[in-house]
């Protein structure tokens, strides 16, 4: 039988839309107290409206915090003063992330550091920032959020998937490394969805790009969000929403040689169309 978690207070990077949105609006409608960070104030701020619309309980909490997560510098000193007087979070959410795929050549030195700087860094620095509270407490989830483009090199998504490769490294170390401080960790690895960032992908997609991703459906933010709660509950360490993605893991650790010989039919088929 599944366990009920029930999180009091959830941190939640990239919170004000696509995925972080979704598992927001999840977690303030069971109850949980919620902090959300994004760079963006508007959107942030349209977000906590949305957010608060939803809550279930006579003083719930919805608070926002506008900050670059890829900035250590006074974020950790704002987040502990935070911490101090909110208490630790049992849940940390790293969703912040950012892609701009391109074939490799094109793909700036710029590009390639903001990438990292993001999507690693990021989740970098709010570990660093929330790990000693949920040690002292000696309980806690952390969800750091991959991709597919984290565990399969696609085409176009060179400086992307060292990033989402690394975001995989990273939590598989801390797996082991926080287990026995009663943390449990977990790496979210969603296809396509649809959300703002995969509509500014498409504007630089190559067409080899354009014709693999073509081949899966687009996932709705909600159907990650609820696959990702699914497998906190679980205990699962690599959490893969649908069926087809499962597929596509197990089969590039298990027989990789396919799965690259369907991606170099795709890549064959772009150019036979130029």
């Known amino acids: 039988m599944m366990k009920k978690l029930v999180f009091k207070h959830a941190v939640i990077t990239g919170g004000s839309s696509g995925i972080g949105f979704s598992l927001a609006k999840k977690l303030v409608q069971s109850g949980s107290d919620l902090l959300i960070i994004a760079r963006g104030r508007e959107r942030l701020d349209?977000?906590?409206?949305?957010l608060r619309e939803l809550t279930v309980r006579q003083g719930q909490a919805v608070r926002v915090f506008s900050l670059d997560v890829?900035?250590?510098?006074?974020?950790?000193e704002i987040m502990r003063d935070y911490f101090e007087t909110k208490g630790a979070p049992d849940l940390l959410i790293n969703s912040a992330g950012i892609a701009r795929p391109g074939c490799f050549e094109n793909i700036s030195n710029e590009n390639v550091r903001t990438t990292m700087d993001i999507n690693v860094l990021g989740a970098w620095n709010m570990?660093?920032?929330?790990?000693?509270y949920m040690k002292a407490n000696g309980r806690g989830h952390i969800v750091n959020v991959s991709s597919i483009a984290g565990f399969l090199g696609l085409f176009g998504y060179s400086a992307y998937s060292a990033s989402k490769f690394a975001v995989i490294g990273l939590s598989e170390s801390l797996r082991n490394e926080l287990k026995p401080e009663g943390i449990s960790v977990h790496v979210l690895c969603p296809p396509d969805t649809d959300t703002p960032q995969l509509?500014?992908?498409?504007?630089t997609k190559p067409k080899e790009t354009k014709v693999i991703t073509s081949n899966t459906r687009v996932y709705h933010p909600d159907e990650v969000a609820d696959a990702c709660l699914k497998g906190i509950r679980r205990g699962s360490f690599m959490i893969l929403p649908g069926g087809k993605n499962k597929l596509i893991y197990f089969m590039k650790r298990i027989f990789p040689s396919i799965v690259y010989a369907i991606l170099d039919g795709d890549v064959k088929k772009a150019r036979n169309h130029e």
Do not use: H
């Open 199 to 203: 509509a500014e992908e498409e504007k």
């Open 127 to 132: 570990l660093q920032a929330v790990v000693p």
């Open 70 to 76: 890829s900035l250590d510098g006074g974020n950790r």
């Open 46 to 50: 349209s977000a906590a409206r949305a």
